[in-house]
């Protein structure tokens, strides 16, 4: 089993729609979690962490659930510019260990 | 801030060709990653360092690879001898990583593509 799991998409989406998607960790003790954005052919860049109790950022809220190991990642009224992939990330416990998933690739049409 | 460095952006050679791969971090991040990139496998975390002493390479997949880090504002990845398998994006991050970890930053890549 992988250590972080993604669905790859892609998830095609109308503008205005509303959007999550999960992101699954094998490690319990992991203790960091962020999200990053990817365009295509660039660098991988920070969207956000995942707090605890959940944080929210504009029109993104991020979520983790330790009892379920995972985290999730919401997108209100999707822009065209939020066509991109979404890198979640990992650290275990002890570590400084960045674990990135698979990546989910979003489209949003117009 | 320039932001972190990586030469070259595009690197095409041969089957059994010694490939390196450059680095400049960002001034003052006491951490560095070296990460590959294929469609097939995502990301890839090969080797980090921590104060330029490499913490864990249990990414780096064969012998052939080979990362050093000889100060603070230098590191070189090494694929010797280089085989189309290993043709990739070669993405180097920083950061400075305590207490609280921080956020990665990354280079723009290398495009490495071995025929």
Known sequence: RKEVEQDPGPFNVPEGATVAFNCTYSN??????FWYRQDCRKEPKLLMSVYSSGNEDGR???QLNRASQYISLLIRDSKLSDSATYLCVVIPSGTYKYIFGTGTRLKVLA | ??????????????MGQEVT???KPISGHNSL???RQTMMRGLELLIYFNNNVPIDDS????????????NASFSTLKIQPSEPRDSAVYFCASSLVGHNLEKLFFGSGTQLSVL
């Open chain 1, 28 to 33: 319990s003790a992991s203790q960091s979690f």
């Open chain 1, 60 to 62: 993104f809220t991020a």
């Open chain 2, 1 to 14: 801030d320039a932001g972190v460095i990586q030469s070259p952006r595009h690197e095409v050679t041969e």
């Open chain 2, 21 to 23: 791969l450059r680095c």
């Open chain 2, 33 to 35: 990653f070296w990460y």
């Open chain 2, 59 to 70: 990414g780096m997949p064969e012998d052939r690879f080979s990362a050093k880090m000889p």
